[in-house]
Structures are given as structure tokens and as C-alpha cells.
């Protein structure tokens, strides 16, 4: 079941207009959730990002787009199918509706669906001696901005670096923005470990606002014995890392064991998803 503006339909009767802005334009923003037995995990950091994004692209956002509201909305699909005492990854998805050209119509209204599916783990795991294998993507660069920033509906660097990275036999790709610094991997934000030294590319060299990431550098901010930087990563930073690992919401955390010839250990990594997990128990 999918429920479009509060609207419960099955996958089969739901369908976009032709004429839908986010289909023509890609006019329109997503938040990907992970719920746990009906507990959505950092619901609040979501919504506020989401909030935020709409602004940024000058949507005007409905005064029924509570916190309270959508939250509810996102239960009442997990439950129409039968989600809602399990593992979930859930996707809120927001257009700005149909009408006009690049410049909206009058008319045109914000749209919302939601959409979900299982999720296997209900917290995060890291597996041992799981290989996984990186290289950067250079056919194309990151402008840095506040659009790069946006979780937005535009994502043709990540579907054909996804395409290149299957094409190499490769886990992931790491993203370089035009000034030649990483920026995050394709689906998710990267952390570099050096000793006590831990670094993530900071917002304004056009890394996406990760919500995960968020979550990482408050635990990590805690620790006295780590200098924690938001600072750019230059591509020959990665042979000299102890560590380098990527963070989403709907994985946790996912150590890299391999960039070229280069191993990785994941020591670091397993402590950091054992605080996340600690920290969500209390929550």
C-alpha cells in the first residue's frame, strides 16, 4: 500500500501524473526513514532537514506539514502494510505537484507519498571480514552549494556512478567536488580515521547534510581523547587513513576495507556503531 496525500492505495491504482513536477523536473525532495517497531529513528533531524530543503527550493509547505502530522501519516502506512511491529526503511517523498514550465503554475501544490518496505536489521551491525571495495568517481564533479546539499529528487551523479561501480566491481564510489576534494560516497557520508584524528568533509564542500552523519559527530564530539574536524579530504589522504568508513541511516555505519591497493581496518567503526546502538536503547 502506498498512501499518496493521505490517500491509502494499493502499488497496483497508484500512479504520477505525467504532468507531476518531481517526474519532469525532478521538483521535489525525499527523506529516507528507517522505524523500528513504530519508533522512526531521528524523526525530528529528518523533519527539520526536510523543512529546511522546501524552503531552500521555495516550496510552500502546507500548514498541515507538522511534525505530528507526517509522523502519523508514515505509522498509518507502515500498519496498512502490516510494518508496523518490525524492521522498516520508509520513503517520504515531497513535489511541489503539476503545472507550469521550469517555473511553477499558481496552481501547483505541494504533493506527498509514502512508500515502505522490510528492513532486515532492526539495529546496526558491522560484519566481520565482509569485503568491501572502493576507487573515486571522476567522471563527473560536485559544484559545492546549498543545492548539493539537498536530498533532493536529483541524483544523476549517483545513479551513473552507481552504474560505474558495478561496471568495476566495485561496493562503492567515492564523490569529488570541482575543486577536486571528497565529498562523501554515493550513498551515504564519509568519516577518515587517523589515529585520534577523525575528519568529515564539511557542508560547504557540497557533502549532503546527512542525518547520520549528524548522529556520528555528536557521539564523537563526546569523547575527550579525539579531535574531531570538519575539514576537506584530499584524495591522498586515503592511503595514509587507519580507517575509512560511510554512514547512513538506513546502514549505520559501513567500514571501507579496500581503496586500490590499499586495507582498512574496522576497530574504530565497531565502537562507534556499539555507542549508536547504546544511544538509541535509551531513546
Known amino acids: 500500500m502506498v498512501n499518496f496525500n493521505g490517500t491509502l492505495l494499493s502499488e497496483s491504482d497508484s500512479s504520477l501524473s505525467t504532468e507531476n513536477r518531481g517526474y519532469k523536473y525532478g521538483d521535489a525532495l525525499f527523506e529516507t526513514l528507517k522505524v523500528v517497531n513504530g519508533k522512526i529513528f531521528f524523526w525530528e533531524d ?10 531552500i527550493l521555495r516550496m510552500e509547505i502546507p500548514m498541515n506539514f507538522t511534525m505530528e502530522f507526517l509522523e502519523t501519516e508514515i505509522l498509518k502506512t507502515l500498519e496498512a502494510n502490516d510494518l508496523l511491529k518490525s524492521s522498516a526503511r520508509v520513503r517520504l517523498n515531497i513535489d ?10 499558481n496552481d501547483a501544490k505541494v504533493n ?3 512508500t515502505a518496505e522490510s528492513h532486515n536489521n532492526p539495529f546496526y551491525t558491522i560484519v566481520d571480514q565482509l569485503n568491501y571495495r572502493v576507487d573515486l568517481y571522476k567522471d ?4 559545492p552549494g546549498l543545492l548539493s546539499g539537498l536530498k533532493s529528487n536529483n541524483k544523476a551523479i549517483q545513479v551513473i556512478g552507481s552504474i560505474y561501480a558495478k561496471e568495476n566491481d566495485l561496493d562503492n564510489c567515492l564523490v569529488l567536488n570541482t575543486n577536486k576534494s571528497i565529498i562523501e560516497a554515493l550513498n551515504g557520508n564519509l568519516f577518515l580515521v587517523k589515529g585520534d584524528k577523525i575528519k568529515t568533509p564539511p557542508l560547504e564542500d557540497g557533502c549532503l547534510k546527512g542525518v547520520m552523519r549528524k548522529q556520528i559527530l555528536e557521539l564523537l564530539a563526546k569523547d575527550v581523547n579525539l579531535l574531531v574536524e570538519e575539514e576537506s579530504i584530499s584524495p591522498f589522504e586515503l592511503q595514509k587513513a587507519d580507517e575509512l568508513f560511510i554512514t547512513n541511516v538506513i546502514k549505520g555505519i559501513v567500514p571501507i576495507t579496500n581503496y586500490r591497493k590499499k586495507t582498512y581496518k574496522s576497530d574504530f567503526a565497531k565502537m562507534v556503531v556499539s555507542k549508536l546502538n547504546a544511544k538509541l536503547r535509551l531513546t
Open 96 to 105: 511541489r505537484g503539476e503545472g507550469g514550465k521550469y517555473l511553477p503554475s
Open 140 to 143: 563527473y564533479f560536485m559544484a
Open 112 to 114: 506527498f507519498n509514502i
Open 46 to 55: 529528518h523533519y527539520f532537514r526536510l523543512m529546511a530543503s522546501m524552503r
